[in-house]
């Protein structure tokens, strides 16, 4: 099964203050860090999803596969439309969706959502009552998410529609569901 991954990282932070991929965390770049996570849990192939400040992102994560979102400002449905497209260039059956400003997921998370994975699977990880990422796609609902995903809602749609074939993933022991939204988070989580 060949597995793909998505790091959505084009927004430009607005109420963080900078683009969440330049954001130093934990002795890394938050980009760094979730394509890291995807590459330790042996996804074949990472894009990461690139747009405001994309060109400091490219110069900073030279050895990262970047893929530009020209239409970021509307939001990251924009962005998981562009990632799709660019893995279904390659052999992949499903793809592993995270966003750049949770750096809580764990390779385990990713991996218990992957095992999951086939061309027809939809799964989500589970945080107790919560779902959120690491989300897997397969590649039989690609252009379905691609067709209904706007503003800053990506495939929330696309997954309420077809909630009777989503399978939630417990995650919560493995990994934290915490995202960045603003500066203070980092200092308290540091």
């Given at each position: 099964?060949?597995?793909?991954?998505?790091?959505?990282?084009?927004?430009?932070?607005?109420?963080?203050?900078?683009?969440?991929?330049?954001?130093?965390?934990?002795?890394?770049?938050?980009?760094?860090?979730a394509a890291g996570v995807l590459r330790a849990a042996g996804v074949t192939e990472t894009v990461v999803v690139v747009g405001a400040q994309a060109g400091r992102v490219r110069a900073v994560a030279p050895e990262?596969?970047?893929?530009?979102?020209?239409?970021?400002?509307?939001?990251?449905?924009?962005?998981?439309?562009?990632?799709?497209?660019?893995?279904?260039?390659?052999?992949?059956?499903?793809?592993?969706?995270?966003?750049?400003?949770?750096?809580?997921?764990?390779?385990?998370?990713?991996?218990?959502?992957?095992?999951?994975?086939?061309?027809?699977?939809?799964?989500?990880?589970?945080?107790?009552?919560?779902?959120?990422?690491?989300?897997?796609?397969?590649?039989?609902?690609?252009?379905?998410?691609?067709?209904?995903?706007?503003?800053?809602?990506?495939?929330?749609?696309?997954?309420?529609?077809?909630?009777?074939?989503?399978?939630?993933?417990?995650?919560?022991?493995?990994?934290?569901?915490?995202?960045?939204?603003?500066?203070?988070?980092?200092?308290?989580?540091?």
């Amino acid at each position: 099964m060949e597995i793909a991954g998505i790091v959505l990282a084009a927004g430009a932070g607005r109420r963080y203050g900078m683009p969440k991929a330049l954001v130093p965390y934990r002795g890394s770049l938050l980009v760094h860090r979730a394509a890291g996570v995807l590459r330790a849990a042996g996804v074949t192939e990472t894009v990461v999803v690139v747009g405001a400040q994309a060109g400091r992102v490219r110069a900073v994560a030279p050895e990262l596969t970047c893929v530009d979102n020209p239409d970021w400002a509307t939001g990251m449905a924009s962005s998981l439309r562009a990632g799709l497209a660019a893995v279904a260039a390659g052999p992949a059956d499903a793809a592993v969706v995270l966003l750049v400003d949770m750096p809580g997921v764990t390779p385990a998370a990713v991996r218990a959502i992957a095992a999951h994975a086939s061309p027809d699977a939809l799964v989500l990880g589970g945080y107790g009552d919560r779902r959120a990422h690491p989300v897997l796609l397969g590649r039989e609902h690609w252009a379905g998410v691609a067709a209904t995903a706007t503003g800053d809602r990506g495939a929330r749609d696309y997954l309420r529609a077809h909630a009777d074939q989503v399978r939630v993933v417990p995650v919560g022991d493995v990994a934290d569901d915490t995202d960045l939204d603003v500066p203070e988070k980092v200092t308290d989580r540091a």
